[in-house]
């Protein structure tokens, strides 16, 4: 056989072994973003029985009898004191995940003190959970910084994270934000900074609830 006449054979196994190879690229592209939309739910509106449905302004909320319970959160505030989450029963909590190293973190601060400067007096409570931090000295430096005025449970290994129901925070999005209504049950989610508008917008609902 001819050189001429061997080319046609070499050219179509070569098209089968392209064709081959694209249809596996293909099928791991399909699989992996499959795998992504079962594994996703956790950090961006459901997963672990939360019943979080996200929002267009990324804000996610359960609606009243389906939220889960907050669970145990008490221990040492970043000045030394004791804290337990569960005396604030009867309000609606406003909890914030923050580290004095955070960016987005120093961004929203001045905006929280003011939202809580304004709604305490009808029966909201903030608190916050830094975490990260090493020192709670570093913490304390960034409290009297931006002039916040509510606590902060110390929480620098992230344990008291770790203790939510699974899909409820995610340990890598920091900060973030939970509106506990008040029954202690879990009403609103933010996994990312927020504004003061934004942050207004996520308590009004739950402090309007009867």
Known sequence: ??????????????????????TA?????????LLSACTSGGTTGGGGDTHFVMGKDGISTAKKGERAAAPD???KTIDGKQ?????????VVVLNVWGSWC???????????KVYEDLRAEGVQFVGINTRDTKAANAMAFDKQYGIEYPSL?????KLMLRFKKG??????IPST??????GKIAARSLAALSEEKLRKMISPVLAEK
């Open 1 to 22: 056989m001819s050189a001429a006449s061997r080319a046609p054979l070499c050219s179509t196994s070569r098209n089968r072994s392209r064709r081959a190879a694209l």
């Open 25 to 33: 690229a293909v099928g791991a592209a399909v699989a992996a973003l």
């Open 73 to 75: 959160l008490s221990g």
């Open 83 to 91: 804290l337990d989450v569960a005396g604030y029963k009867g309000k």
């Open 103 to 113: 960016s987005p973190c120093r961004a929203e601060a001045a905006g929280f003190q």
């Open 154 to 158: 110390y929480d620098p290994t992230g």
């Open 168 to 173: 409820t925070l995610n340990p890598q999005a």
């Open 178 to 183: 939970l509106v506990i209504d008040r029954e």
